[in-house]
């Protein structure tokens, strides 16, 4: 019984303090909700069609989820975010058995630069380029297999943007 306690007593005192560091809500001081983003279209620079929109819906919706902001769609925002894709790339990460050239995975990976200014004030609050991958396998068809990943690449991007946004210190 007196083994049974002081388990007990230890699993209690692990549990507390590994939620001692935890944080419910945003981690920049700021209230959930407080403030309102309004995201532009991303201006696509890559020959890669409708990257663009999968990457302005994709972070609107990642917004909306992780609720630190509230998304402006009616209107103006306290925080206007634009972006700019500049880069689209594949690389070959697994070959045919049968041909070493000729690659069957690939690693497609965009690069945006994503800038967030206070409307008020003009203020540049984030001004930084963001990385996005996804792994791509090709069946019969390249095309398709990349249009079939771009929402899976448009979410890791708007993720990674939305870490950005909600834990910077502005």
Same mark, same amino acid.
């Given at each position: 019984m007196r083994a049974l306690k002081i388990f007990l007593c230890g699993i209690f005192t692990v549990v507390l303090v590994g939620c001692a560091g935890y944080h419910l809500g945003p981690v920049n001081g700021a209230t959930a909700g407080e403030k309102s983003i309004e995201v532009l279209p991303f201006n696509n620079q890559t020959l890669q069609p409708r990257l663009g929109d999968a990457l302005t819906q994709a972070l609107r919706e990642r917004i909306q989820t992780d609720a630190t902001f509230?998304?402006? *769609?009616?209107?103006? !925002? #306290? @925080?206007?975010? *634009?972006?700019? @894709?500049?880069? +689209?790339?594949?690389? !070959? @990460? !697994? +070959?045919?058995?049968? #041909?070493?050239?000729?690659?069957? #995975?690939?690693?497609?990976?965009?690069i945006a630069h994503i800038t967030a200014r206070d409307a008020v004030s003009g203020k540049l609050l984030l001004d930084k380029d963001v990385k996005g991958q996804t792994l791509v396998h090709v069946g019969s068809d390249l095309a398709s297999a990349e249009r079939q990943a771009l929402p899976l690449l448009a979410a890791d991007l708007a993720q990674n943007a939305t870490e950005f946004l909600t834990e910077g210190t502005w």
């Open positions: 509230h998304l402006a *769609t009616h209107g103006p !925002g #306290d @925080i206007v975010l *634009t972006g700019v @894709i500049r880069t +689209y790339k594949r690389q !070959g @990460i !697994g +070959y045919l058995s049968t #041909d070493a050239v000729t690659a069957e #995975d690939f690693r497609v990976e965009v």
